[in-house]
Structures are given as C-alpha cells and as structure tokens.
C-alpha cells in the first residue's frame, strides 16, 4: 500500500491536480523528470473505463520474465513471498493472489522499480514513504508462522510462473476497507477482495503507465560500499551480499558500536543495527554498512559516514 501522507479514515482529500503532484505525493519517480521517461498526461482526467464494472476489468498480462539469475530468481520469490505473508498472510487464498498481482503489476509499471525487491522495498530506506508498511513498521521482526509462510511461499511461485488474478486487472494500489485514504480519489477503483479495496490509474495515466515497462531479471543490489558513492547507493536501496544472499536494505540512524577486531582496545567502529527476517536484511543507520575482515573471517559491519 502507498505511503498514508496524512490518510482520514474518516475523509477523502481533494484529489491531486495533476499526475505529477499525484506521483509526487505517493512518493513515487516521476516520468518525464526522468531520461527516457515521457508521456504522462498533464490531467488527471478520466474516461468511461475508470467506471467500468470489476467484473469487466481487463486482465493482466502473465508475468512470464526471465531472471539472469538463480539468485535473481530466488530473492524475487522470497521478496514476493514477504509481500504475501506480511499484507496479507489472514486472506483467503484470492485476497494473497490479488496482493501478489498488485507486486507484479507494478514492476512492469513505469512508475515503479522494475524489480520484484525493488517494488517490495521501495521507500523502505525512508521515515516515510515505505510503500508497503511491513518494510518499515517492524513487522519482520516478529516470528513467521511457518505454515502461513509456505502457504504465501506457493502463491507467489505461482504468480513469478505466470498465473494471474484476473479480478484485479491492472490494479496498482489497495487498502484494507478499514481505511479510506487521501489518494483514493484521484485513482479508478476496481473492487474488493477479502478485506483490501483495489485501484487503478485513471485515464490517460492508466495508458501512460500500466504495462509499459519490462522487468528487469535482475533483483537490485546497492552499489560498492568502500569509497563508493553514498548518494549512488542510498538511491539503489539494495546491496548484494555473499553471507546471507538475500536483500540488503538500509535506513536509519546509527544506533549501535562494535569494536574492530584488529583495532586498539579503545578504538571502535560505528555500526548499524542489524535486522534479519524473511531473508530480507535491514540495516537501521544513517550510515552504510560493509563486512570487517581480519585473517579471512568477518568479524563485524562496519560503516562509511554518508
């Protein structure tokens, strides 16, 4: 679900007044701002379409992509899988597959990541601006239900492999119906399953954005931390990593110190907090973490002031 940015649960909000300031105030890149991205409307008029009965909603494309990677392959299950689980893990089997295809809808969007991670997570190295609340309220810090788990494990296998929730179509967006959040309005609403109510572009957004994007085949990673560029690897979100090879994610002040192994007894090196769950790690500090090693062995996490 996109960020609440000051939600009623009582009220709507006036709608946007242009796609721009609606991407914008979802926290979402903005096409046209940037290199090869163009095309947005310049209203956020609608069409006879956006009123469309659920029941004449156009299905989506099947998600048949092909990942470089086995490791690419695995981090988009277990990303898709985390998105299942953690939104909608007391759903009936139709209300997980309709979360699962809001994911894989959004990766071929133009608006978003083009990556199953990157999707889940994105926003997720903000305060605010998570897309999906799990990512950054601390939900994966609780215990699994390791049936639950699986049972999100298999819906999300079948979604990568091109099964669709058609009731759903294009749908972009949701929210549980215990909710009525400021950007309803400004989408086309499609219907409900379960507890979550799903949406749409609306009008010309919908032709400029929906399925005109490729997914990438490659699960995102956050570019070399030792010297690197900060900004480059904050704006990635995501680094590759040898230990755990799930996703990297960092947000966050330092809150933490471990001493170097090969330092003095009074020399120590700041350190992020670190969270793992779900195959998913989660560094909490301003600063972005790299392995310590001494003789072969790591020995800790140490960060680079950005």
Known sequence: MPPNG???RVAQAVPAPTPRQLLRDLALDVPGDLPGLSGLPATLRASVSDYAAPAFASAAPPFLAQMQSQTDSDRA???LTAAVYYEARSEAVDGQRAVAQVVLNRVRDRAFPHSVCGVVYQGSNRRTGCQFSFTCDGSMA?????GAWDRARAVAAAALAGSVYAPVGGATFYHTNAILPWWASSLARIGSVGAHIFYRWRGAMEGALSFRAAYAGVEPGVVGTTGGDAAAQIAALYRDS??????NVHRGKTSAIVASADAAPATVVRAARVTIAGGVRVHLGSEAPRMIVTDGATVGEETDPI
């Not at 609780?142 to 390791?146: A, G, L, S, T």
């Not at 040898?242 to 996703?247: E, F, H, I, L």
């Open 6 to 8: 000051g939600a009623s």
């Open 77 to 79: 299950t277990e990303c």
């Open 142 to 146: 609780h215990r699994r239900d390791p």
């Open 242 to 247: 040898g230990t755990d090879s799930g996703v």
